[in-house]
T-cell receptor, first 115, second 116 residues
């Protein structure tokens, strides 16, 4: 079974509007962390936001916020006021609470911001 | 964020040759290094995990004799693709673990390998 699922291979958004990128996860570990990364065409992985499983509030970082619904096992990324520079691949990832500390990535969503 | 330096950023090599990729954590000590591979239009897949001073642990389906990992110091890990073939062409990216700043995972800039 997929541990991290991103069901939107591609998304369009109009510049200055908000967009939500979906991510669901599957784990039986009570301790885990959820990450979102942006990957432009250059390939670098740009950290956006982190949500811990025990965090009471949804994480926010500037124009990025994470809609964390623990019971539904979803961790959707919301980008407000989209900019042309937001066009990129976006990956959701999970780190389980075991000692390995490795990240498991979803398949990604390609976001295209239209002017 | 942390400074991670991965080199080279791009390499083209002939089939049958070996390629070494270096990954350095410049402002923290990394006892653990993760190596990922990303094929075009796909996600990052973990290849192996190395711990400083010990043998790497490889994920299922990754040949340890083909992808040699050396993690001899707390700031440097290398991945050597031996006897490279065109199907090894991919984007390789390292991620050293920072045990202090664990709410963010840091990555190198990646190495785009093309085997001709």
């Amino acid at each position: 079974a997929q541990k991290i699922t991103q069901t939107q291979p591609g998304m369009f958004v109009q510049e200055k509007e908000a967009v939500t990128l979906d991510c669901t996860y599957d784990t039986s570990d009570p301790s885990y962390g959820l990450f979102w990364y942006k990957q432009p065409s250059s390939g670098e992985m740009i950290f956006l936001i982190y949500q811990g499983s025990y965090d009471q509030q949804n994480a926010t970082e500037g124009r990025y916020s994470l809609n964390f619904q623990k019971a539904r096992k979803s961790a959707n990324l919301v980008i407000s006021a989209s900019q042309l520079g937001d066009s990129a691949m976006y990956f959701c990832a999970m780190r389980e609470g075991d000692s390995s500390y490795k990240l498991i990535f979803g398949s990604g969503t390609r976001l295209l911001v239209r002017p | 964020g942390a400074v991670v330096s991965q080199h080279p950023s791009r390499v083209i090599c002939k089939s049958g040759t070996s390629v070494k990729i270096e990954c350095r954590s410049l402002d923290f000590q990394a006892t653990t290094m993760f190596w990922y591979r990303q094929f075009p239009k796909q996600s990052l897949m973990l290849m192996a995990t190395s711990n400083e001073g010990s043998k790497a642990t490889y994920e299922q389906g990754v040949e340890k004799d083909k992808f040699l990992i050396n993690h001899a110091s707390l700031t440097l890990s290398t991945l050597t693709v031996t006897s490279a073939h065109p199907e090894d062409s991919s984007f390789y990216i390292c991620s050293p673990r920072d045990t202090v700043r664990d709410t963010e995972a840091f990555f190198g800039q990646g190495t785009r390998l093309t085997v001709v």
